[in-house]
């Protein structure tokens, strides 16, 4: 502290100081050409800094640049970018995003508290600054419909809530459970009172179950439907997280509403929410975002705003970040075009990490424990006899299919008429019906849910994977037996990841060695390969533009209508396994 008071005072020379700046005060909402100078890893002065240059002070040309606090990304699953924390970390510091609030809810529901705990030692070393919120809903859904391979309970969340870096419990997705006022999911937002910042997870929530679900102490929404609704959580005090990923993308239709009604926007916050690693590395991380604000008609400070002292704010460390004024961390980005939010140079804590482009600082890889790295347990892999469907029918069989569509989770129940063969079910690539499964992978209890889907297009082959929503076992779709159990016994090989097989050759693959859900590999390197996997799905017939995509979400059992985990077909509507012969 006293370093800081002398170097504003002059006593002491500051360690960098940005000249003639164009800063965004994010408190004013106004535009300041001031100097910056900075001592250690704190913002010592922002005014005239000529008595704070000394001999060995590093002078940064801040003439015709705008310096903003460095971008907060409100609400992101790092896992859905298939790169690990110390990946995500170089890819994202380029753009300007400093800090993330972190939900490793894919994570634990393989590696539970270990999981949180390995990613929470990682963050520690890196220069982004990493909070992480306790996933509140693992499982997702009821054990006799899925099998993760962990459970956080409420003893966890106690026990989590001690570790340095937590800040919050992570999304209750369990709406129906709070409305219902479930003991065992009120007694986990008990658990977190604590925390400033409880996530919530409310899609078209609306009038009275909007205030009774708000009432409970969380304080955000990342999941709203339409402007009407994302208005509606304003009024009512809910923190709006406007999200725009790769998968769910929101940010028109509610900003639209704000800007026309001239709202307040203090509790507006900006959430990538997932973001695939082509995303991240053509389009950016939260800069990308505080553009299409702006392309939308926001006011540019605001959108800036909602990206720095506004998340700042709900988290509760706006006394150390947020904002470009005396005694905060140095987190700062200098851009040379306010509108289109080109980042230049980020300062994390008062270093100088990128600068014109360049990074300065070498982030290291971390070792990674073997538990986190080998977490693919089938026990005996299975033959191709295991996802045979038997019959005592001698022509053919009535069945119930998932249909899955382009650009939605949801799917349909559909019905079809197919071929028997000594006792078997046989799939039928020509009517688009294939065989789909899923293998449990955590605890070698040798499950294996068996049914039909329609909307793939395989002609011939199989694929499969370890990301698989929200338990993440092996999902397995192919057009044939045989190769779907070498797919399987591939991932078991690379201990997690994506496969495309046929007529018995691997044909394509990424190994995703962390959890089987994050590659330790460069983006660079994980964009190459996600490139060739899904050119070979095409070759294959498969006609999805993201079939790796589809497939993660045809195992999870709370999005309608027809699902399937190892469990066996599930009926989301009535939550039960059903029947997939007639």
């Given at each position: ?13 500051a ?11 994010v408190?004013?909402?106004?535009i300041?050409?001031e ?15 000529s ?10 040309n801040?003439?015709?640049?705008f ?6 990304d ?25 800090a993330v ?7 634990a529901?393989?590696?539970g ?5 390995e ?6 070393n890196l ?5 992480v ?10 054990p ?19 570790e ?23 007694a ?13 997870h ?25 402007g009407?609704e994302?208005?509606e ?16 993308k ?44 702006i392309?939308?008609?926001?006011d ?18 706006d ?27 980020t300062?994390?804590?008062?270093i ?30 299975p ?10 029918n ?7 299919l998932?249909?899955?569509?382009e ?5 349909s ?16 690539p ?8 899923v293998?449990?992978?955590?605890h ?5 849910g068996?049914?039909?889907?329609r ?6 082959g ?35 990841g ?33 490139k060739?996997?899904e ?13 790796f995509?589809t ?22 509507i ?9």
């Amino acid at each position: 502290m006293e370093k800081i008071i002398r170097t504003a005072l002059g006593e002491k020379k500051a360690d960098i100081v940005m000249k003639d700046t164009n800063i965004i005060n994010v408190c004013t909402g106004e535009i300041e050409q001031e100097d910056i100078a900075i001592k250690t890893d704190k913002i010592a002065l922002v005014g005239n800094a000529s008595h704070t240059i000394g001999e060995k002070t590093r002078i940064i040309n801040g003439k015709d640049k705008f310096a903003s606090p460095g971008f907060f990304d409100s609400h992101i699953h790092i896992e859905s970018s298939e790169i690990t924390i110390t990946e995500f970390t170089r890819a994202c510091l380029s753009h300007g995003t400093t800090a993330v609030i972190w939900d490793p809810h894919e994570i634990a529901n393989v590696r539970g508290v270990k999981g949180i705990r390995e990613i929470l030692a990682e963050s520690r070393n890196l220069p982004l600054k990493v909070f992480v919120m306790i996933p509140s809903c693992v499982p997702a859904a009821s054990p006799k419909l899925g099998t993760s391979g962990a459970v956080i309970s409420t003893e966890d969340i106690l026990e989590l809530a001690r570790e340095e870096g937590i800040m919050g419990l992570g999304e209750v997705m369990n709406f129906p459970g709070v409305l219902s006022c479930d003991k065992g999911v009120l007694a986990k937002i008990k658990a977190a009172e604590r925390f400033r910042a409880i996530d919530g997870h409310a899609p078209g929530l609306r009038a009275e179950k909007l205030c009774a679900y708000f009432s409970t102490g969380i304080r955000s929404d990342h999941e709203s439907i339409s402007g009407e609704e994302g208005v509606e959580k304003l009024r009512r005090g809910v923190f709006l997280m406007i999200r725009e990923g790769t998968a769910s993308k929101n940010l028109a239709s509610l900003i639209k509403p704000i800007i026309e009604m001239k709202m307040d926007t203090r509790n507006c916050l900006l959430a990538t929410d997932d973001k695939s690693p082509e995303d991240l590395k053509d389009q950016g991380e939260v800069d990308f975002l505080i553009r299409r604000c702006i392309e939308e008609g926001l006011d540019p400070i605001r959108a800036y705003q909602m990206a720095t002292l506004n998340p700042a704010c709900y988290l509760g460390v706006d006394n150390k970040l947020g904002s470009i004024t005396p005694g905060k961390i140095a987190d700062i980005v200098l851009l040379d075009n306010l509108e289109k939010v080109n980042v230049t140079t980020t300062i994390v804590s008062g270093i100088p990490i990128v600068v014109d482009g360049r990074f300065e600082v070498k982030i290291r890889n971390y070792k990674y424990s073997s538990e986190i790295q080998n977490s693919v347990n089938v026990g005996k892999i299975p033959e191709p006899d295991a996802f045979r469907i038997k019959t005592p029918n001698k022509n053919e069989q009535k069945v119930k299919l998932i249909r899955v569509s382009e650009g939605t989770l949801i799917t349909s129940s559909e019905t079809e008429y197919l071929k028997v063969e000594k006792g078997n079910v046989i799939p039928d690539p020509k009517k688009d019906v294939l065989q789909v499964a899923v293998v449990e992978r955590h605890h070698a209890s040798g499950e294996v849910g068996r049914g039909f889907v329609r909307g793939f297009g395989l002609k011939e082959g199989s694929i499969a994977s370890t990301v698989a929503h929200d338990s993440h076992n092996i999902v397995i779709v192919g057009t044939n037996w045989n190769d779907m159990a070498k797919a399987v016994s591939e991932i078991v090989k690379m201990q997690g990841g994506m496969v495309v097989v046929n007529r018995g050759k691997k044909i394509s693959h990424l190994t995703l060695k962390f959890a089987g859900l994050m590659s330790t590999e460069p983006i660079e390197k994980v964009i190459e390969r996600r490139k060739k996997l899904e050119k070979a799905v095409i070759e294959m017939g498969c006609e999805l533009e993201s079939p790796f995509m589809t497939l993660s979400f045809i195992s999870l059992p709370v999005i309608p209508e027809l699902k399937i985990t190892e469990k066996g077909l599930i009926d989301v509507i009535n939550q039960e396994v059903t029947n997939v012969l007639f």
